[in-house]
């Protein structure tokens, strides 16, 4: 059984020393809600210039990219630019040459981060804490959200799905960024929002695991935190 969990607000020294902290990126270096405002931002802008109701166009616009991403056979990943292109043209029989450019302006400029995600990822690594991301999504995107909030230089190593072919919970995404960190599962903290996904997959290879919100909370998760700045007293560093 595993030990040592604790439920934020926390004031807990770990006796482990942890060196390497892996971050999923949305919902919790990424705010979820702002980047579906992102996608409504694009849609509206489209539906205006096309004579499309806004709402109509977006739930379409939504559901095709549902079933784009549950099209997939088990973990194996689907790109998500793939699934944008397919929802844009469900809405559009032939769309603006530039929509992609004006899809990720979009969201460049809606997503906001979680509530000291930043501040907690520049202390972690100015304390010598060695920091890698775990996360289904494409490279490219998961570059562009790092350099908008400014952390992109913060993280040594970068496992995205696209990367690997697979979505978490698979073993080779946890087991990329370990090789890639020259990591020690025991001393090495994994940060997700999806018990399933994130807590259960990393668990299953020792990684040490912290379940940011109700949705990554169970038997599997060493940390339960509702606020991200809890990490630091986890890892032993005075927040």
Known sequence: ERTGKQRSPIHYMSETNYQTVFWD???????????RTGYARFIDELATEHGLDPDDALERWKTALGDHFRG??????????????????????????DWQSRFNTAIDEA???????????????????????VSDVDTPEADRMLGEFGVRD????????????????DDRM??????GMDADPEQTLMIGD???HDIAGAAELGIQTVGYGKDAW????????????AVLDIVGIDS
């Open 25 to 35: 990126i949305g919902g919790v270096i990424v705010e979820l809600t702002s980047i």
């Open 72 to 97: 997939r056979e088990g973990n194996t990943y689907r790109l998500a630019r793939e699934g944008y292109a397919k929802a844009t043209e469900a809405l559009l029989d032939d769309p603006p040459s």
């Open 111 to 133: 997503i906001r981060p979680e509530d000291g995600a930043v501040e907690t990822i520049r202390t972690l690594s100015a304390s010598g804490i060695r920091l890698a991301i």
């Open 154 to 169: 913060h993280f040594e190593h970068v496992t995205t799905s696209e990367a690997i072919g697979y979505t978490k919970p």
């Open 174 to 179: 946890f087991q990329d960024a370990i090789e």
């Open 194 to 196: 999806r018990y399933d």
């Open 218 to 229: 169970g038997p599997k998760a060493d940390y339960e935190i509702d606020e991200i700045r």
